[in-house]
T-cell receptor, first 114, second 113 residues
Framework: GQQLNQSPQSMFIQEGEDVSMNCTSS?????WLWYKQDPGEGPVLLIA?????ELTSNGRLTAQFGITRKDSFLNISASIPSDVGIYFC??????????????FGQGTTLQVKP | DGGITQSPKYLFRKEGQNVTLSCEQN?????MYWYRQDPGQGLRLIYY???????QKGDIAEGYSVSREKKESFPLTVTSAQKNPTAFYLC????????????FGPGTRLTVT
């Protein structure tokens, strides 16, 4: 199946630093979603994006839907220890392939050093 | 409380046995999905259902079966034909079967020995 290219694969940062991760694809998406997953738990939805160019914030998190509809990024400002986890991007396809199915990136593992 | 429940959290089975994983939602969502997650991997779609009494194969449907007789419920059966059944299984639901936000349950970790 299709997958998104998510990078970086992992990050180890100091508490207080800002974090940036992104996802790219050769396909055009209707929707971009960003999730956080803690070990042994289900992913939790952080931000949903529906329009090209859209910039949306949720607390210290900011995500953007790329103008080309083929990419998205997620920024976390002033990281704290509870930001630790795996972050996934996911896209919903546009056009005749629109079935609501999500295509996921491989995830970015974030570790924060206090 | 509205949400998605999966039970049990941990499940152990012997090789050769079929096992059914439960997924229930009270969000009044039309669509439901089953994903498999292996260590260090992303999520792979097993089956999905955009509306009650209908379901479609995902990317890795072999060795699995589902039913969608009620809007609230989408059980997944892992059959003995599934070669590597040990994994973390996640159920999700979405209000509209075509577009929108998917919400996940807490997952079931299946171990087959």
């Amino acid at each position: 199946g299709q997958q998104l290219n998510q990078s970086p694969q992992s990050m180890f940062i100091q508490e207080g630093e800002d974090v940036s991760m992104n996802c790219t694809s050769s396909s055009i998406f209707n929707t971009w979603l960003w999730y956080k997953q803690d070990p042994g738990e289900g992913p939790v939805l952080l931000i949903a994006l529906y329009k090209a160019g859209e910039l949306t914030s949720n607390g210290r998190l900011t995500a953007q839907f790329g103008i080309t509809r083929k990419d998205s990024f997620l920024n976390i400002s002033a990281s704290i220890p509870s930001d630790v986890g795996i972050y996934f991007c996911a896209g919903q396809l546009r056009g005749s392939s629109n079935t609501g199915k999500l295509i996921f990136g491989q995830g970015t593992t974030l570790q924060v050093k206090p | 409380d509205g949400g998605i429940t999966q039970s049990p959290k941990y499940l152990f089975r012997k090789e050769g046995q079929n096992v059914t994983l439960s997924c229930e939602q009270n969000l009044n969502h039309d669509a439901m999905y089953w994903y498999r997650q292996d260590p260090g991997q992303g999520l792979r779609l097993i089956y999905y259902s955009q509306i009650v009494n209908d379901f479609q194969k995902g990317d890795i449907a072999e060795g699995y079966s589902v039913s969608r007789e009620k809007k609230e419920s989408f059980p997944l059966t892992v059959t003995s034909a599934q070669k590597n059944p040990t994994a973390f299984y996640l159920c999700a639901s979405q209000f509209d079967g075509l577009v929108g936000e998917q919400y996940f349950g807490p997952g079931t970790r299946l171990t087959v020995t």
